[in-house]
């Protein structure tokens, strides 16, 4: 067995709302041309681990279900307007705005999430262990006020979180402050039973889940850094620009009807991890111990598209981003993963 062959391939998807329909796009791509080496393969088969935080957990999940990735495309498009109603709330006075718990109800991408992954699963509503790789699911315990990952029983510490249900399990990572409320749900099933309160967005902590992955394949799976293939995958570098100048009209502006303080958060996280990682694997190549990496990202220059964007205009700018970073660099991606 070649050295190629020994490596602990992961695949990371960064969080960024409407925006997963970017990595959709490139995952659809992939899929296409993995498919013409081997048409029986899915996607996930090509990865050891799959981490995704917020919409990523969306992908990451629905990828391990063995959804193909040109459904998930259809998914983002199809549904952009019932997880998101453009002008919600506006009929309002601003003020009264923020007597609401949220600008969005979860309950519309809840249920989709739900159908879509029972669908993939002969019918039955899946649980974490009835995804067919491994997976890490950032997501934050509002409850306790700590950070959670989720993940699939792939190792011998991991007595609880296999027995969630897939779709609550994207639902708490994928509830943003602002725009979802935090998520709780209770699960009952044949592997015991539980209650999950007040889950909020993974993407506080981990809105790049790459990081995630590498902690996960060294310290609890055994890998050596030198083994690990990690391709990353973005939804696109806002860049919220702020001028010298600009000064807010009032403390709304930061939260209706777009929530910029979140969009910040989000995508300086996104950010920084980005950079840790490259410093890191600069750290290690001067020992030749380094990884292979791969990041795949747009910058929107400061012309960001809204993580809640919902209109014909926005999704077709995303699939066209999505079209144009396939188009770039997936001749790497193959050669990454060792198939041109």
């Not at 010298?244 to 403390?251: D, E, G």
Request: positive net charge.
């Amino acid at each position: 067995m070649t050295e190629e062959k020994k490596k602990f391939r992961i695949l990371s998807i960064d969080g960024g709302g409407i925006r997963g329909l970017i990595p959709a796009k490139v995952l659809a791509d992939l899929e296409y041309e993995l498919q013409q080496e081997d048409p029986e393969k899915k996607l996930y088969e090509h990865f050891d681990l799959i981490c995704g935080t917020s919409t990523g957990a969306i992908l990451a999940i629905a990828i391990a279900l063995g959804i193909p990735s040109n459904d998930l495309v259809k998914f983002y498009k199809e549904n952009a307007k019932i997880i998101f109603p453009r002008f919600i709330l506006k009929c309002l006075p601003t003020k009264t705005r923020a007597f609401f718990s949220a600008i969005y109800s979860n309950k519309n991408l809840l249920k989709k999430l739900k159908e879509v992954y029972a669908a993939a699963n002969n019918g039955v509503v899946p649980l974490l262990k009835d995804l067919k790789t491994n997976v890490c699911i950032p997501t934050f315990n509002g409850n306790d006020g700590a950070i959670n990952v989720l993940k699939t029983k792939h190792h011998s510490d991991y007595t609880r979180d296999y027995k969630l249900p897939a779709h609550h399990v994207a639902m708490s990572s994928a509830s943003a402050p602002i725009y979802f409320p935090p998520h709780s749900f209770s699960f009952k099933n044949n592997y015991g039973s539980g209650q999950n309160v007040n889950m909020i967005d993974g993407g506080l902590f981990a809105n790049n889940p790459a990081l995630i992955g590498i902690f996960e394949a060294t310290d609890k799976l055994g890998y050596n850094l030198s083994q690990i293939s990690l391709l990353s995958l973005g939804t696109g570098k806002g860049r919220q620009i702020i001028k010298k100048s600009w000064k807010p009209k009032s403390i709304f502006f930061w939260l209706f009807p777009n929530p910029r303080i979140v969009d910040i958060v989000l995508d300086t996280q996104a950010q920084i991890t980005e950079q840790y990682i490259a410093f890191l694997n600069r750290a290690l190549k001067k020992n030749d111990l380094a990884f292979d990496y791969l990041r795949v990202q747009h910058d929107m220059a400061g012309d960001s598209i809204e993580l809640n964007a919902s209109d014909k205009k926005s999704l077709q700018r995303m699939e066209a981003i999505g079209d144009e970073l396939s188009k770039n660099n997936l001749f790497n991606i193959l050669k990454f993963l060792n198939i041109k």
